[in-house]
């Protein structure tokens, strides 16, 4: 057993480390691209709740093959993109990638059933699925390898939908450069409070597992996980309130 945990160990090491070179090796000379394609789908596939609908976006499937083969061929740099269009590159691109894991193994009742990569190392989220500029991706080195690494936006965690009812609702338009900051507002504002995601109370409120997860993101602008919630919240909890935090459903957003 102890040989097998070693070897274990070991293979996760590789796995991060072949990972982590993999996203820091890009060097590219792209040019911000339109997202126009993901919003025509996203408006037309899913509804203003986010509730999507899986079986007419494989129908769709060339307009969603066509714009996940626009993000593949440009990876966003710093030399021609700005920093929205960085972030907004890759909220869509985590979004989109979720949505086409999901239609490649369409009927199935979580994201979470998806067939894992390495067994007893990977789940879902390290399954490598997709190539930008020629370099292998999964879902996990961009929402922690990439946004999470490189942005000090903590609403981003509104803004990425894992497909499942405990997630802040897949949005029914790309998000742009032009309007970030009102969309990341409104994804948040949305998500705090919509009572089947969190359960707002002055004194006890229960909250979403985003909030306990990630909570050292939520308190990088110097503000605690309480008073982030109070800045959207149509309930404020009061100082010392005792938090609860609501069982995360998996259930496909569906």
Sequence with gaps: ???LSSILTVLIFTALLFNACAVSKVASNS????????????????????????KSIIKDS?????????????????????????LAYWINAYNAFTV???VDHYPTESIKD????????????????????????NLNDIEHGIIRKRFAESR?????????????????EAFTAERLEEQLDDQMSGFINNKTKNQLDANNPKMSKIFKWYGGDFKKTGK????FINQYAEVKIEDGADFDYLDYIWTLNE
């Design 31 to 54: 040019k911000p691209i339109t997202h126009e394609l993901w919003d025509t789908l996203v408006r037309t596939h899913v509804s203003p709740e986010g509730i999507v609908d899986y």
């Design 1 to 3: 057993m102890k040989y």
């Design 156 to 172: 981003i965690h509104a803004a990425c939908n894992c497909a499942s009812f405990s997630c802040p609702r897949l949005r029914n």
């Design 62 to 86: 060339l307009k969603l093959n066509a714009y996940l083969d626009l993000l593949s061929a440009n990876h966003p740099n710093d030399k021609n993109w700005s920093a929205d269009e960085r």
């Design 224 to 227: 605690s996980v309480r008073e």
């Design 114 to 137: 998806i067939k894992k990569g390495i067994p007893f190392v990977s789940d879902v989220w390290e399954i490598n699925f997709f190539e930008i500029e020629g370099n292998s991706y």
């Design 100 to 102: 086409k894991l999901i």
